[in-house]
């Protein structure tokens, strides 16, 4: 079955940096969209960011463009998500996931659009 496992995830300072990585087993990766979703306390799942099954195209959400990059390893099966400036708004558990449907467009913010996703990692920025 599809297996989707965060890490990276941890406690920083305000105005630093963290690296999440997903590693994916039981689908090709090579053709599918991926997306990174985040959680806080109390709030809806929001969409942070996607990239296309090749890297090709990215698509990010306002509040962390500029800030956070989205990238993959297809060799790897697996896809990243640094995180810099973070700022205390950013806490949350992070997630990975997986579009249903391979060769999918990254301008899907709803969670609805995907199929498969991680179990998450928590990110904390506090000082």
């Known amino acids: 079955q599809v297996q989707l496992v965060e890490s990276g995830g941890g406690l920083v300072q305000p105005g630093g940096s963290l690296r999440l990585s997903c590693a994916a087993s039981?689908?090709?990766?090579?053709?599918?969209?991926m997306g990174w979703f985040r959680q806080a306390p109390g709030k809806e799942r929001e969409f942070v960011a996607a990239?296309?099954?090749?890297?090709?195209?990215?698509y990010y959400a306002d509040s962390v463009k500029g800030r956070f990059t989205i990238s993959r390893d297809n060799a790897k099966s697996t896809v990243y998500l640094q995180l810099n400036s973070l700022k205390p708004e950013d806490t949350a558990v992070y997630y990975c996931?997986?579009?249903?449907?391979?060769?999918?467009?990254?301008?899907?913010?709803?969670?609805?659009?995907?199929?498969?996703w991680g179990q998450g990692t928590q990110v904390t920025v506090s000082s």
């Open positions: 996931a997986a579009r249903g449907r391979p060769y999918t467009s990254v301008r899907a913010p709803d969670p609805e659009a995907y199929a498969y």
């Open positions: 990239t296309t099954w090749n890297g090709g195209s990215t």
């Open positions: 039981g689908i090709i990766f090579s053709i599918f969209t």
